[in-house]
């Protein structure tokens, strides 16, 4: 069973768009909610990440917001650039838990044309 | 932040083989570290979550004694895997977690092709 639900599975933004990509999860235990941000050739970097005790969470042109009432987190990036251009996963896990396991989503493939 | 070093990060060997891939945290102490396999286009597939000193935890369907894998200290973990064959290609990819609440943070894997 898919823990975390992710689309789109790809994504196609004008440059100076918003890309916005959804995840939704099931577990009510999950207390951490990670973006990640995956190159070609390359391991996943932390985009950015979120706890439920808040709605939303800003850092520079990325966003996550989180419904906790809807199990849903949703990242969007502002005034896109095609250095965005990347495959993008949302995850869930409980955070306290050592050695905890994260529940990727299946992944956005984004482009961003100039 | 919080770098992840993973070696190789390609190889190529001949079916028969066995390849040992290391991760190293180099600013933290990762008590726990986590092994992933990824195919293309695809998502990440957790196939073992290793603890400093003690045996790894394998997830259903990843057969332990064709990946082994060692947590010998709280800044290396290595995945060798054993008598590879070309269905072992992949990208196979490490994290790995401080103590307490600290997010993974990942290698930038390891391209195995096998012949």
């Known amino acids: 069973q898919q823990q975390v639900k992710q689309s789109p599975q790809s994504l196609i933004v004008q440059k100076g768009g918003i890309s916005i990509i959804n995840c939704a999860y099931e577990?009510?235990?999950?207390?951490?909610f990670p973006w990640y941000q995956q190159f070609p050739g390359k391991g996943p970097a932390l985009l950015i990440a979120?706890?439920?005790?808040?709605s939303e969470k800003k850092e520079g042109r990325f966003t996550i917001s989180f419904n906790k009432s809807a199990k849903q987190f949703s990242l969007h990036i502002m005034d896109s650039q095609p250095g965005d251009s990347a495959t993008y996963f949302c995850a869930a896990a409980r955070y306290m838990n050592t050695g905890n396991q994260f529940y990727f989503g299946t992944g956005t493939s984004l482009t961003v044309i100039p | 932040g919080a770098v992840v070093s993973q070696h190789p990060s390609w190889v190529i060997c001949k079916s028969g083989t066995s390849v040992k891939i290391e991760c190293r945290s180099l600013d933290f102490q990762a008590t726990t570290m986590f092994w992933y396999r990824q195919f293309p286009k695809q998502s990440l597939m957790l196939m073992a979550t290793?603890?400093?000193?003690?045996?790894?935890?394998?997830e259903q369907g990843v057969e332990k004694d064709k990946f082994l894998i060692n947590h010998a200290s709280l800044t290396l973990s290595t995945l060798t895997v054993t008598s590879a064959h070309p269905e072992d290609s992949s990208f196979y990819i490490c994290?790995?977690?401080?103590?307490?609440?600290?997010?993974?943070?990942f290698g930038d894997g390891t391209r195995l092709s096998i012949l």
């Open positions: 577990n009510t235990a999950f207390d951490y």
């Open positions: 290793s603890n400093e000193g003690s045996k790894a935890t394998y």
């Open positions: 994290s790995a977690r401080g103590q307490g609440s600290q997010p993974q943070h």
């Open positions: 979120i706890r439920p005790d808040v």
